[in-house]
Nanobody
Framework: QVQLVESGGGLVQAGGSLRLSCTAS????????MGWFRQAPGKEREFVAA????????HVADTVKGRFAIARDNVKNTVYLQMNSLKPEDTAVYYC???????????????????WGQGTQVTVSE
């Protein structure tokens, strides 16, 4: 079983930055693709960013391209989401997720991930 714990959320003004962290325990996250998703009130959970096992391949959603970046440190079993130029529409609960298997590539679908964190709130004010 894998446990994921997100941190780094909070309240920030529009144009500001935050860095989210997600640390895995129970099984090393190194070698497993990981992703970030978010869910705003009244909306479905949506893909934000994904990274392959080594960190060499990354992909971000068009809505955050050029503002957000995903990275990982397999020694620390941690994946990061750097969020810059934040907008009020980025307000959501952000979740990290990890796949069950050590497959190649990165993944953007909710159903492609087996383990999820509890989420961290990000609120961007005008």
């Amino acid at each position: 079983q894998v446990q994921l714990v997100e941190s780094g959320g909070g309240l920030v003004q529009a144009g500001g930055s935050l860095r989210l962290s997600c640390t895995a325990s129970g099984r090393t996250s190194g070698g497993y693709p990981m992703g970030w998703f978010r869910q705003a009130p009244g909306k479905e959970r949506e893909f934000v960013a994904a990274i392959n096992w080594s960190g060499g391949w990354t992909h971000v959603a068009d809505t955050v391209k050029g503002r957000f970046a995903i990275a990982r440190d397999n020694v620390k079993n941690t994946v990061y989401l750097q969020m810059n130029s934040l907008k009020p529409e980025d307000t959501a609960v952000y979740y990290c997720a990890v796949r069950r298997d050590d497959s190649a590539g990165y993944y953007t679908g909710i159903d492609e991930y087996a383990y999820w964190g509890q989420g961290t709130q990000v609120t961007v004010s005008e």
